[in-house]
Structures are given as structure tokens and as C-alpha cells.
């Protein structure tokens, strides 16, 4: 096993992928920087092996038929020029005019757009990770036999999604952002709550929307065609996640109290908050020494950061809404962030099946699976197995 190395600290400090002329570590000499996280989870068998909703065992077949590898469904070998700008030119450019960002080169620049890029794609990994503790929290927690099912199929999608933008990080960019502060809260918050239900509501009505909605706005400006790959792939499987959750706390919320489910309304509410305007890239500026504040400040006045609310809110208010999520008490914190004019749109719990049932794309995945390094693990004695 490799050697584990337990942090108080959440890692602050960039990754980088080591360089072609250092020797290879073996697997037995990396190490593993591992967190602790402490969380009451209480969970239920179910002695029911009956179809109870039509529609999650649905979405769990499909989940097992549109199946994607990582490794060898994504044509990796497309090249792209690690010396151009990762994103569309002609983009609104919210560091026009700051001192900090006009002193930097034109190939200066281009790195700064791949440190953006970077650790944009960092949170979506560790968010990712996140994404995958909780669905197999939720394999426990959830008390249905359908959603125990489809939790597991969603706990290897997100296995796989935490695969691929580790890959793409470490292969196409070759350095990794740490999580963000607050995403980090967030999935503390989610992770270690005690009711199973607000689990489901923080990840699969509220992240899982902010991860539909970062990655459409990664997919308008990605010039990558593998990111693009990468992106489409994910994004089919998060679309069933979140008609998932719409579909399942639709029914079970009606089960509440009224004081328990203004609970879960409030959270819900400080999640958007924070998903609004708490996470974003500033560790790029504290990396290159600017003014955290004034980055903050320019990236959330920026064009893009505008579509991407605007592709959230989309998103939530209407599952939210469908729920039961915005009640009286917060609907006037909606109105006031400007968004309850999207309460009206299509909510994922009217389920475009035939969308989810399209046939996966083929990119020409190229690369076999890497297979070297098996043959090293010589069987042990079993005396060593210990
Ligand atoms: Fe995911
Ligand atoms: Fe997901």
C-alpha cells in the first residue's frame, strides 16, 4: 500500500506533475496525503426488493447501459499546443486594465489562462471527489431499494469523472489547484451532516446544478476538443444525477414537517449563496501575488461569470421550486439575489428521456488502457499478506 500521510490542514499548495527526466516513483514510494472527515451516518437496509418508482430504476439502467471508459473512450492523442490559450479568443476579459495582469507578456498571459484553467478543472475534480463520497454515502442512507441502486451506479459515474479530470489535469496541464476554501465547507457541510436527506438535497439539487452549470460554461469557451470530450461525457451522466435527485426529494420532502423542511430551504438558500459568489479563482491570484480582492471583485463584475449564474440559477430555482424548496420565508432572499424569475422554466424532474437515452458519442478513443506496471506486482507470500 502506499504511504499515507494524515493532514489537519487542507492542502494549500499547487501540484505539479514531475517532469519527464525524474525517476519514476514506484508505487510503494508515493505518497498519499489523506484528510479526516467524522460524520454520524445512519443507515437502513431494505428488505423490499420490489420496483417502488418506474422512473429511478429507469434512469439506473441507463446509467449502466451508457456506460463510458475513461481511459479509452476519449481520443487522448488529439494534439493540442500547451504554448495557446486554452480558451476562445474573444472573450470578455474581466483583467483588462489592472496593473497586476497588464504587466504580464503575451506568453505570460497565455499561462495565466492555464492557471485559470487549472484550477477551474481542480475544483471540478475535487468537487468531483466529493460527489463521489456522498453518492456512496447515500448507497447507506438512502432507505429505498431503487435508490440504493441507482446511488451505486452514480458512485461509479462519479469514480469516473474524478478519473478523467485527473487525467486531463495532470496530462494536458501538468499542475493542480488545491480545493477551494469554500467548496471545501460546502462538502464538509454536506458530508458530514446526520439526515441523509439534506445530503441529497446539498449534493444532488445543489451541486450536482453547479456542476451542470460550470461545466456548460467551460464548454462555450474550451478550445480543447479532448475538454470538450471530457465535458460532454460528464455532463450526460450529471443530467441523470440531478433528475435523480429532483425526481426522489420530490416525493420525500412532502413528507416533512413544516419547521424541517424551512430547514433544508435555508441551507438550501446558503448554498446558492456561496456557490454564487464564494467559489472562485482567487487562488490564482494569491499563487501570483495580486490583490485577492480586486480579482474577486473583477471576476464576479465578468461576462462570463454572468452566464454562469445565469446557467445556475436556471438550473436550481426550478428544482428547487419542484421540490418544495422556496417556500414563503425565503422566497423574498430569492427575489432579492434577482432569480426568481427562472422559477417558471423546465425543472429536471420532467425528464427528457429521450435526451438521456441518445447514444453516447464516439470520439475515436485511441488508447488502450494502460496496462504496465501490472507485471510488477509479483504475487506475494502469503505470510506477507498480513
Ligand atoms: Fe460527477
Ligand atoms: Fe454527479
Known sequence: MAN????????????????????????????????????????????????ADRRIRKLYR?????????????AWSTPFDRKASPINDGLDNPFEGWDSYEKLSEEEDIEFAWHQQSWLLSQFLHGEQGALLVASQLVSCAPTYDAKLYAASQTFDEARHVEVFNKYIMERI?????????????????????????KFIGMQLIIESLALAAFNTQKLISRDPVMSEVLELVTRDESRHVAFG?????????????SEREDRAQFAYEACCIMRERIVGTDVFAHYGWDIEEGRRRLLAGGMMEEFRNLLFMRIIPNLKKVGLITDRVRPLYEALGVLKYENLVDDGQIDWAKLEEPLPEYGGDQAPKLSGIKELA???RSATG
Open 174 to 198: 501538468g499542475f493542480m489547484y488545491p480545493i477551494n476554501h469554500n467548496l471545501k465547507l460546502l462538502l464538509d457541510k454536506v458530508l458530514t451532516d446526520e439526515r441523509w436527506d439534506l
Open 379 to 381: 504475487p506475494r507470500p
Open 4 to 51: 499515507v500521510r494524515f493532514v489537519e490542514r487542507t492542502p494549500r499548495e499547487l501540484k505539479y506533475r514531475p517532469s519527464d527526466d525524474e525517476p519514476k516513483l514506484a508505487p510503494s514510494d508515493v505518497e498519499t496525503i489523506a484528510q479526516i472527515f467524522r460524520t454520524p451516518l445512519t443507515g437502513a437496509y431494505t428488505w423490499s426488493y420490489e420496483e
Open 62 to 74: 441507463l446509467g449502466k447501459e451508457r456506460n463510458w471508459n475513461a481511459e479509452t473512450d476519449i
Open 246 to 258: 429532483v425526481t426522489y426529494m420530490e416525493e420525500f420532502i412532502k413528507t416533512l414537517s413544516e
